[in-house]
């Protein structure tokens, strides 16, 4: 990245990741604690990690078979056109699609591979019929349906090196 500037993080900067990762509701009294400091200099540092963009926000996790939406399918995307003016076409558009868990530009036989969350086959038909299909310059899709989501919530902790 141009004009990248990794912030530097400590012991106790990657104290405060890890248990943000699993308990991202912890009081900052209770954060200070686990990590030997006293609540100013934790809510400092916790400041610090918010502003730098290290920490980019905080957010509930939902048991998504209770919600019926519980159908999901790996898409993959072939596009017509490659250059940097249709990738940021299709990205935007992508962007504007709810059902659209993930989208990750890909390096092989195919440009993105798409995680859609849906209530069920109907719901998804009609996603990429009236969505996917839709986006900018895609040329062709494969789908893959989930048959079972073995794991799906993956906390990465803090490398000891950063």
């Known amino acids: ?33 686990r990590i030997g400091l006293s609540k100013s200099p934790t809510q400092a540092r916790l400041k610090r990690l918010e502003d730098s963009g290290i920490i980019r926000g905080y957010r509930a996790l939902f048991d998504s078979i209770q919600l019926g939406r519980d159908h999901i399918t790996f898409v993959e995307v072939k596009l017509s056109d490659t250059r940097e003016t249709a990738l940021a076409q299709f990205n935007t558009g992508v962007l504007k699609i709810p059902e659209i868990e993930q989208c990750h530009m890909i390096a092989g036989t195919f440009d993105y591979l798409l995680k859609v969350r849906t209530s069920g086959m109907t ?34 902790p803090v490398a000891p090196g950063g």
């Open 1 to 33: 990245m141009i004009g990248y500037c990794p912030v530097s993080i400590d012991q106790f900067d990657r104290k405060i990741l890890d248990i943000l990762a699993t308990e991202g509701r912890i009081s900052v009294t209770a954060l200070a604690g």
């Open 123 to 156: 719901g998804y038909r009609a996603v990429l019929a009236e969505k996917i299909s839709t986006l900018p310059h895609v040329a062709n899709t494969s789908t893959y349906v989930a048959m079972q989501a073995v794991k799906e919530e993956a906390v990465e």
